[in-house]
């Protein structure tokens, strides 16, 4: 099976990142990915550099989808921000609450993702194709799993076209997720999030700040293999690729991956699945 993907960076600290982003793009782009997805930093802070990639990525050919956060934002940065996008010919926005950056108390003129959408279709009507979050194992800041459901419910209604899932290794959250969201009337494609599994220690930090589960035999099989980067890899590997095959034959609509900036373990698990 060859599925529909697309694929995601983080905009380079460094004129060594953006040359090392430049090669990594330049191979996972023999994929075909449907669109390239560039993340925008708490509060905007990357909004320069996210912008720089996205135009690259769009000069190259590409489709390119810059994240867009509205948290700690005015409605006028906003604006200004989508015209930048309207004017440089893209037409796909992953909008986003997002964080607040640390020391900021305000929210700003937005609170909610919803309202976001919302500014952005009365701003632009139908230029952009609209993705927006969704978390099958509930977002971390959610009050309960309903009170999450019903916020992403709101996302969609307000006017998303498609919905990209937090990263999660466990096939039956996201089954769950995605019929009880048809359950509440939502039925634009729900696409899973996959993070490939390049070290465990970063992945198990990273995945208790942000909520995703690491179910007990994957961490006990993990910590087994200490420092041995190889079988480590060689697992993950094995975990993501079998944990893709079930997404799509159980219906997932195509794969999101998380690149993190790297080509190899995505392009693996691609030549796995086309195999």
Not at 200 to 214: M, P
């Amino acid at each position: 099976m060859k599925p529909e993907i697309s694929i995601e960076f983080f905009p380079p600290q460094t004129p060594e990142g953006v040359d090392k982003l430049r090669t990594v793009r330049s191979e996972l782009a023999k994929l075909h990915p449907s669109f390239f997805s560039v993340t925008f930093g708490a509060g905007g802070s990357t909004r320069e550099r996210t912008f720089s990639v996205v135009k690259e990525i769009a000069a190259e050919g590409h489709d390119a989808a810059p994240h867009l956060s509205c948290i700690g934002s005015t409605r006028d940065s906003i604006r200004d921000i989508l015209a930048d996008y309207q004017a440089a010919g893209i037409r796909r926005i992953v909008a986003l609450r997002g964080d607040l950056p640390s020391g900021m108390a305000e929210t700003g003129e937005f609170r909610y993702a919803n309202e976001l959408i919302e500014f952005i279709r009365a701003e632009t009507g139908d230029w952009f194709s609209l993705e927006v979050a969704a978390y099958p194992e509930w977002h971390p800041q959610a009050r309960s799993p309903k009170d999450d459901l019903e916020a992403f419910a709101r996302k969609v209604k307000a006017g998303a076209n498609s919905a990209i899932t937090q990263y999660f290794y466990n096939a039956d959250a996201y089954f769950h997720f995605v019929d009880e969201a048809k359950a509440l009337g939502v039925d634009v494609p729900i696409v899973p999030g996959i993070m490939p599994i390049v070290g465990f220690t970063k992945l198990a930090r990273f995945s208790d700040a942000c909520g995703a589960d690491i179910p007990r035999w994957m961490r006990k099989k993990f910590e087994s293999f200490g420092d041995e980067s190889y079988s480590i890899r060689a697992f993950g590997l094995d975990v993501v690729t079998e944990l893709c095959e079930r997404l799509l034959k159980g219906g997932a609509p195509g794969l999101h991956f998380y690149s993190m900036n790297q080509s190899v373990l995505t392009t693996e698990i691609c030549r796995r699945l086309a195999g």
